[in-house]
């Protein structure tokens, strides 16, 4: 019914650039829309209806930044399709909570790893959380963005528009050679299904993956935690922020300073100013001896 609409969606979303996720959840979020107003003529849909829409999803339990996804894509669809204005002060976008990130500890790391039996698991968990990457960097990986005379990563076409060099552990090194001599056939891709080795592997595939071997690891993790941990832990061991956000692609360091707060502050040397001692006590003790 309205295939016309969702194909002038993907066309305008492709001719700015976005994302392929983008470009997806403005096509969800815009057909659950549709197929709840009903048999209402586009021509009369006004911004009442679209704020009703976000409040009837918040009101079945969508997150804050869910209903945020929903207004982004709603307001994609009345100015760029529809061409009506939209107008933030009338369907205005929700506070959303802040928490932390969840992280690994690094034996938790360790056991994700050696809980793993496929030689491929082992070198994707070892690589993401060596690397920093995101899950769908790890799928588009290509043999030739491992450099190993450097050792570093080459990331290309990631989530920001642009390409980006991280580090490269000789660990997880030396688990993918063991892995590409397991699945040695020439291809474009790294990482491949394994009973399909010419079929690139699929982000859902590794997030189910990685949620067998921690449930069997008793760790909970999903690959964004392995890119946490990464940066949590660079910045526990007094790496500069600059270069954590160099690797992690990140264009701000605002999406950086997060990390700071999820790390171990003693393990950064800092001490809370009860445990300090007074000035002054040592002189007291002192002249009690002299006495």
Known sequence: MYEKIIEKIKEECHI???????CKQYVYHVSCFLKWIGDKPLGDLTLDDARDYIVFKRNTTCSPATCNGINSALSFFYRIILRKAWVYEEVPRMKEDWTLPAVCTREEIERLIDTATEI???????????????????????????????????????????????????????????YWRSCPEPRDILFVSLRKPHRPLHPGAVQIMLRKVAAQAGVTAHPHTLRHSFATHLIEDDTRREYVQAMLGHRSPYSTEVYVHVSNKTLMGIRSPLDKPKKGRHKKSAGKNRG
Request: glycine residues 6%.
């Open 16 to 22: 700015r650039n976005h994302s392929d996720l983008s």
């Open 120 to 178: 491929r698991n082992k070198a994707i968990i070892a690589l993401a959380y060596s690397s920093g990457l995101r899950v769908g960097e790890i799928c588009r990986l290509a043999p030739g963005d491992i450099y190993m005379s450097s050792m570093q990563v080459h990331l290309r076409n990631t989530k920001n528009h642009g390409d980006h060099w991280t580090i490269l552990s000789e660990r997880a090194l030396e688990l993918l050679k063991a």
